[in-house]
């Protein structure tokens, strides 16, 4: 698969199965109505989904210079981190505003989410790596 197609499948798939998980989960933490919570996941899977994408880029070029190829679980750890922590200066605010609460409280209220999709994120990539196999950038050199 061509590296910009495979950032659009995984991306989309990812926040597919993150909106069926956060979706409930939400209405549940907040208190807040499910058309509500629904509302704010998605507009946090609309910003996850772009960051993915990005962020994903970003991570596959700088992956590409390294000289040991492969991903190992440090490699998937440092990923899962990066992509996580830029999501979380990314979605805290449009947290705060949405449900009109501090942006401490916010970041307070997001730690369930981010425990949760930091496991989520390392599985995932594990197991699209696994039905898609590895990208370019992170495949062994071939024998030949």
């Known amino acids: ?7 659009v499948v995984q991306a989309v798939l990812y926040e597919v199965f993150a909106v069926a998980a956060v979706g ?20 946090m899977s609309t910003v996850a989904l772009g960051w993915n994408y990005v962020f994903n880029g ?7 210079r390294q000289a040991v190829k492969g991903r190992s679980f ?8 990066g992509f996580e922590g830029g999501l979380v ?11 009109d609460t501090s942006l401490l409280k916010a970041l307070v209220a997001d730690l369930g989410v981010l425990a949760f999709f930091f496991v989520y994120a390392v599985v995932f990539t594990w197991a ?3 039905v898609f196999g590895l990208p370019q950038s992170a495949a062994p050199p071939a024998e030949g």
Do not use: C, Q, Y
């Not at 970003?58 to 590409?64: I, M, Q, S, T």
């Open 1 to 7: 698969m061509k590296p910009g197609t495979r950032r």
């Open 24 to 43: 409930p989960a939400l209405a549940l933490m907040f208190n807040e109505p499910f058309s509500s919570t629904l509302g704010l996941a998605f507009l």
């Open 58 to 64: 970003w991570f596959e070029r700088w992956e590409a």
């Open 74 to 81: 440090k490699r998937r750890l440092a990923h899962g981190t």
């Open 89 to 99: 200066v990314l979605l805290v605010p449009i947290m705060a505003w949405w449900l």
């Open 128 to 130: 699209f790596d696994r």
